[in-house]
């Protein structure tokens, strides 16, 4: 009889908490890989959340700049096996209007498939030493 007294108090104190328990539950849940009480502790664990959301739009930029940086070093360095510099040769690439491929599909070239990385500065080469 005892036990079932306690049992209907802790369902009880659940029921009426509702919205809020859910709302801690889903924090908490958010917080699972943080430090210290940050994990366990509500209040913490809001703080540490959107600092955390904030990292992540932080770094979703810093991702875009470094990949970019990555893609420029990997042109520069196919590009001086041809006896260009990087700023020379996307100078000719922007006057030879080949737009097709860009520093993405360059840098992948130059590190992958050195021959086509070749044809492609051939290409740019020939189409600006034509152009007037």
Known sequence: MLLDQKQQITVT????RGMASKKH?????QSKGFRGRAN?????AIGRLEKSWQYAYRDR???KRDMRRLWIERINAGVRQ???SYSVFMNKWRKS????VDRKIMADLAMNEP?????LVDVIK????AAP
């Open 126 to 129: 020939m189409k600006t030493s």
């Open 97 to 100: 209007g080949v737009f097709d």
């Open 61 to 63: 930029k810093v991702k």
């Open 40 to 44: 366990r502790c509500f209040t913490l």
């Open 13 to 16: 104190n659940l029921q009426s």
């Open 82 to 84: 041809h006896g260009l």
């Open 25 to 29: 539950r889903a924090v908490l849940r």
């Open 115 to 119: 021959f086509s990385f070749k044809a």
